[in-house]
């Protein structure tokens, strides 16, 4: 049995569900603190927020990680495009000085 099959009932399945959730925010925030510092570089180097062809590589890169994980690749590329496009609007407020 793997780990996950050793989860007696539904309260210790949650309980877990909601742990992995924690954790999945905190690497969001961490990924957010590497889009602030994408900025500052970003501003010292003239780039603009949103580099056409590393959107379509990061979007790529989660299609196939989400596939060779065994998950569903377009699903996991759709979500991927929504924080992209969100990391580019945090990354253009930076780029403009609005540090919300």
Do not use: C, Y
């Not at 925030?29 to 062809?53: Q, T």
């Amino acid at each position: 049995m793997t780990e996950i099959d050793d989860i007696p009932d539904m309260h210790a399945l949650r309980t877990r569900i909601d742990q992995v959730d924690a954790q999945l925010i905190a690497l969001f925030a961490r990924r957010s603190a590497l889009i602030d510092r994408a900025a500052r570089i970003k501003a010292a180097e003239s780039l603009p927020a949103r580099i056409g062809w590393r959107v379509d590589e990061v979007i790529e890169n989660a299609r196939r990680n989400a596939d060779a994980a065994g998950l569903d690749g377009d699903l996991f590329a759709q979500i991927w495009r929504q924080l992209v496009e969100a990391a580019i609007a945090q990354e253009d407020r930076h780029l403009k000085g609005d540090r919300e």
